[in-house]
Structure formats: structure tokens, C-alpha cells
């Protein structure tokens, strides 16, 4: 692995192949996914989108290697990281940002972000914060936080603190579930341009989960609609809005037609998912 | 005009000074508190109501109590009952904080020690006591057995409360940053209980000095307990209200040290920390 983060480069396919997942086989006997195919480009920044309940987090959590599938199987560019016979794990290669933020609240800024070099041996101390604040100036991250903790910073802060410490390990793929569930409309909203602004200064894969439905259509290439439970891809919708984007795309008719196409695709699931007695479509 | 400007500043962030702080509500309800069991004792003596008269008034225990302080007797008893404390409740520490992480964090261990724990938890710390002279070659530091036992349950207990109650995103951050086992113990599992396993450390201390006492009690030559004890038979009424008040004192000024120790190690959660100390020692 090279240790210079941020470089851009053609790593970072996710295949996702016939993937089915059952919670509890023996007991209540759940199944969350069926038949999952899917491909991420490298490079792509993707969403996955669908009404609660669905999947989405499970399928997430396979890709993460927090938890076993019972069929099929996911590969990363040519390494297998998911089947039923295989002991998963997860791996500096694939980092999960977390809805509620996970950020370890009993380090301060500049040790939550030179964690990940440090741990896996890559870096000695100086190396790693000076590579940690480079990586800060790039990204926007002002250096006087360094030394605080993660809960003296706003909301926004911690989600962008979290994004570098992600970064710095120059992981193939960023996944990221709800990040910005938990945020005001207001720090959403430019949470949403930050992480933009990332995408195109670093050019990594993004595997983004939401049911916002203008969120995945304002930053994404491709969103993929997944079905009420058990999860199956529905469908899938090109975004072809040029980048880089603002949020004056947002007022495009361009923005509001693929918006439209999303929000029929959707609205039937989540119609389907209501009328199945399950929880609402935030 | 300057001095206006600075006139109307020093209104409105108004240091509080001493006498303000003397007068301060806190201050004048703390202070009757404390006075007023002393008027109602005194008042309770004086006029004979029920028993009472049995009972020395605050005048005669304070009289004994002078006297008391300057004897040799006095501060071996104090050492004494400090150091098993001291022994027992640092011993509690020693052995409760790394068992108590190890219970919580790997199923193994608990399914090992819980049932065991379980049923020793009820039996009260002085019956251990014949076992413990049985065992222990010098009768004086068997006693140190009791505080040991006493403080052992809420350590450990608060240990492995803290180390469950980390949140699962931790773990699986730590994982995706490329920690090994050994590195989430000692970045996720200790730092992450550290907060409960303070207060454990704390109410361990305060129940180390009932258990001590208990102990002088009913075995040794010397300590507050045996001391205390002593007076009663020896028909030195006065004495046994100096020894509960010298109690009270040195467990209150243990439990402030483990409060001032403990906000240090928790820096990331001061405002909290202090919180909780302070409803401990209420
Ligand atoms: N550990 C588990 N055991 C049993 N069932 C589970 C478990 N985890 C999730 N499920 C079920 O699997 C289904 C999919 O859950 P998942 O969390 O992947 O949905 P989601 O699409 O992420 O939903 P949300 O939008 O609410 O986050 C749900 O019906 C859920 O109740
Ligand atoms: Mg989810």
C-alpha cells in the first residue's frame, strides 16, 4: 500500500454478486437481502437508496465486512471481502463513515486523525501528523482544532474531521450510511458540499446510503433504487448532471426531472412498504 | 468615556469576590445544614428528650476530641484504619478494573467468571473474614480483606457496565482504521469505560472505609473501628463520636482525592465527570 493518501487511481470496484443475507436463520428468520447484483465503477461516487427497512444498511455492512452474508459474494477490484464460507473483516481499504458519527470522543482531533496510519504501522508519529495536516490543509480543515475534542466541535465539524480520518489511509472506497441523518438542514446542506468538493479533489469511490431522495440525486452518478424487504436492486438512474456541482444545481429543471424519475421509483416502493404494515419513509 | 466602557464591563462579568462568595446561597445551606444537626443534637442532650441523655453533648465529644487528636493512639488508629483501606481498595483496583474490562469485552471471560461472580456477590465482605484470618498469617492486615471484598463488586461491576455501554461504532471505526485486537483494548475498550470505571473507583473507596470499620470491629487491636468499638464498652461515650466524625472526614477527603484524580483522566469529559462525582459524594 502507498502511503501517499489522496492520489487518484482506477482501484476501488465494488462487485456485488447475487448477494443475499438472512438475519437469524434458525429464529425470526429475516431476510434482508435477495439476489443482490450491483456493480460500483471506480471512481464512482454511487447511492443507494430505498425505504427504511429495506437493506440498505445490511448491504452496506457486508460491503464493510461487520457482518456475513449467507450468499453470493462481494469483490473488492479483484479481492474477494465477502461469501458465506469466509471469515470477514473489515479493513483500512473500505472505511465506513457512521450516521451517528463515530469519531472517538476521548481523543482529540489530530489523534482521531492520525489513528488509522499509526495503528496499522504505517507511519511514525511525525509522519503521520505531518501527513495529517497536509491532508488538513487540502481538505479545509483549520489546524486550530487539532487539539480539541471531538465534542467541542459543531456537528458539521465532526462529520468533516471523520471524512479526513477516513482519507488519510488513502482507503479504494468510502462507504458512508446516513451521514448526515443526524445534521440540521442547514449544516446538511453544506455538509453535502463539502463532501462534493472532496470527491473531486480526491477522486475516490463513494458508496453513499440515504432516503433523502434529493440528497442522492444532488450528489450522485448513479443512484440505485432498492426494493421494500428483502432488498433486490429496482433500479437504476444515470445522473447526468455535469460537475463539479453546486447548489445552484439544485434549481436546475435538469435537477427536478432526475429528482422526478427517483421519487416515482421510490414512492412505489415505499407505497408497497406502507401497505406491508412497514415503518414509514423518512 | 474609557472608564464608562469599563465600569459597564466590570457589571456585567462581575468576579464574584470573597465576600460574595462567602454569602453565596451554597455556601449559607451547606453551613446550616451542618449546624443545624449540631444545634438539634446539642438541644436533644441538653433537655433529656427520650435517651438522649445517654448520648455526650457536641461540647463533651468536642473536649475528648482535642484531647484525642494529640494522643499517639489517635494517629496509630488513623494509619492503621487509612492504610487497609488503602491496601484493600487499592487491591479491589488492581484486580476488579482489568477483570471487569476483560468481562465486558469478551464473551468467553463472562460466560467464565459471571455465574461464580454472582453467587459471591451477595455474601456480605465480613463473613469472608475467618476464611481470611485462616489464611492470612497476620490477623491486622486480614482485616485490610473486608475493604477489598467491599470495594471489589462495585469496581468491577461499574467496569464492566462501562466497557458494554461503548458503542458498537467504535469498535467497528477502530476496526476499519486497521486496529488489531490489541490495539481496540487499549484505544477503544479502556479509554471508552474510563468514565464508569471512575465512578466505580469512587464508590469503591467510600465503601472501603465502611468495610474497614466493620472489620475493626469485630477483630484486631487497633484502627477507628476497634477504637470506636472500645469506647463503647469502656463507657468513653464522647470517644465514639469522635471516632465516627474522624470516619466521615477521612472518607470524605479519600473520596474528593479519587474525584480530583479521576477528572484528570477523563479530560474529554470534564463537565460530566464532575457531575457524576458530585452526585457520588452527595
Ligand atoms: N441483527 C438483525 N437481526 C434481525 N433482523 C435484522 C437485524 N438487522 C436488521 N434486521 C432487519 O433487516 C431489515 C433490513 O435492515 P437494514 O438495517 O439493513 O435496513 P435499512 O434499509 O438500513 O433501514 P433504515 O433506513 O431504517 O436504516 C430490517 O427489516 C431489519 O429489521
Ligand atoms: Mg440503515
Not at chain 1, 50 to 58: E, H, V
Not at chain 1, 83 to 109: E, H, Y
Not at chain 1, 265 to 270: F, K, S, T
Not at chain 2, 252 to 274: C, D, G, H, Q
Request: hydrophobic fraction near 45%.
Amino acid at each position: 500500500m502507498d502511503n501517499n493518501s489522496l492520489e487518484q487511481n482506477n482501484e476501488g470496484r465494488i462487485t456485488i454478486d447475487h448477494v443475499s443475507k438472512v438475519y437469524d436463520p434458525e429464529g425470526a428468520n429475516v431476510r434482508a437481502l435477495n439476489n443482490c447484483c450491483a456493480e460500483v465503477e471506480p471512481g464512482e461516487f454511487l447511492v443507494l437508496i430505498g425505504p427504511s427497512g429495506c437493506g440498505k444498511t445490511t448491504l452496506l455492512n457486508a460491503i464493510a465486512g461487520f457482518e456475513n452474508i449467507t450468499e453470493g459474494s462481494i469483490y473488492l477490484d479483484e479481492k474477494i471481502i465477502a461469501s458465506p464460507d469466509m471469515n470477514q473483516s473489515p479493513g483500512a481499504d473500505r472505511i465506513v463513515v457512521f450516521q451517528n458519527g463515530a469519531l472517538f470522543p476521548w481523543k482529540t482531533v489530530l489523534e482521531n486523525l492520525i489513528y488509522g496510519p499509526m495503528v496499522q504501522g504505517k507511519m511514525f508519529r511525525d509522519e503521520a501528523v505531518a501527513e495529517v495536516r497536509r491532508i488538513m490543509d487540502k481538505l479545509g480543515l483549520s489546524r486550530s482544532t487539532e487539539d480539541l475534542y471531538p465534542d467541542s466541535l459543531s456537528s458539521g465539524m465532526k462529520r468533516q474531521v471523520e471524512i479526513i480520518r477516513a482519507l488519510i489511509n488513502n482507503p479504494k472506497v468510502l462507504l458512508l450510511d446516513e451521514p448526515f441523518r443526524a445534521l440540521d438542514s442547514m449544516t446538511k446542506s453544506l455538509m453535502h458540499e463539502y463532501l462534493l468538493e472532496v470527491y473531486e479533489i480526491t477522486g475516490k469511490t463513494i458508496f453513499f446510503v440515504t432516503h433523502d431522495l434529493e440528497e442522492a440525486v444532488f450528489l450522485a452518478d448513479r443512484v440505485i433504487i432498492m426494493t421494500t424487504r428483502p432488498g433486490l436492486i429496482k433500479a437504476i438512474i444515470d445522473v447526468d448532471i455535469p460537475r463539479p456541482r453546486d447548489f445552484h444545481v439544485l434549481a436546475t429543471v435538469q435537477f427536478m426531472e432526475f429528482k422526478d424519475r427517483a421519487v416515482k421509483a421510490v414512492r412505489e416502493e415505499a407505497l408497497k412498504a406502507f401497505e406491508a404494515g412497514d415503518r414509514e419513509l423518512a | 468615556m474609557a472608564n464608562a466602557k469599563q465600569e459597564a464591563l466590570e457589571l456585567v462579568f462581575k468576579q464574584p469576590t470573597f465576600v460574595s462568595k462567602v454569602f453565596s446561597q451554597k455556601t449559607i445551606l451547606n453551613t446550616i445544614s451542618v449546624v443545624s444537626v449540631f444545634v438539634v443534637w446539642a438541644l436533644l442532650v441538653h433537655f433529656q428528650v427520650y435517651r438522649f441523655s445517654l448520648l455526650p453533648s457536641p461540647a463533651e465529644v468536642l473536649e475528648w476530641g482535642r484531647e484525642w487528636v494529640t494522643t499517639k493512639v489517635f494517629w496509630i488508629d488513623t494509619g492503621m484504619t487509612t492504610a487497609r483501606v488503602l491496601v484493600g481498595v487499592t487491591a479491589a483496583y488492581v484486580i476488579g478494573i482489568p477483570l471487569g474490562l476483560m468481562i465486558g469485552w469478551k464473551k468467553v471471560f463472562s460466560d467464565l467468571s459471571f455465574p461464580m461472580l454472582e453467587i459471591l456477590r451477595p455474601i456480605p465482605a465480613p463473613a469472608y473474614l475467618p476464611i481470611a484470618i485462616l489464611l492470612l498469617p497476620w490477623q491486622e492486615a486480614s482485616v485490610a480483606f473486608i475493604p477489598f471484598i467491599d470495594a471489589l463488586f462495585p469496581v468491577l461491576l461499574n467496569t464492566i457496565i462501562g466497557v458494554k455501554l461503548i458503542d458498537r461504532d467504535y469498535f467497528r471505526a477502530a476496526q476499519c482504521l486497521g486496529s488489531s485486537p490489541r490495539q481496540i483494548f487499549w484505544h477503544v475498550v479502556l479509554p471508552g469505560a474510563l468514565p464508569s470505571i471512575s465512578s466505580g473507583c469512587a464508590i469503591g473507596m467510600g465503601i472501603g472505609w465502611m468495610g474497614a470499620v466493620v472489620g475493626e470491629m469485630i477483630t484486631g487491636k487497633w484502627g477507628l473501628g476497634y477504637r470506636i468499638w472500645e469506647s463503647y464498652i469502656l463507657l468513653r461515650y464522647p470517644l465514639i463520636i469522635d471516632g465516627m466524625i474522624a470516619i466521615g472526614i477521612l472518607g470524605f477527603a479519600s473520596s474528593k482525592l479519587i474525584r480530583y484524580l479521576t477528572i484528570r483522566l477523563v479530560p474529554w469529559r470534564k463537565a460530566i465527570t464532575e457531575s457524576l462525582d458530585e452526585s457520588i459524594t452527595k
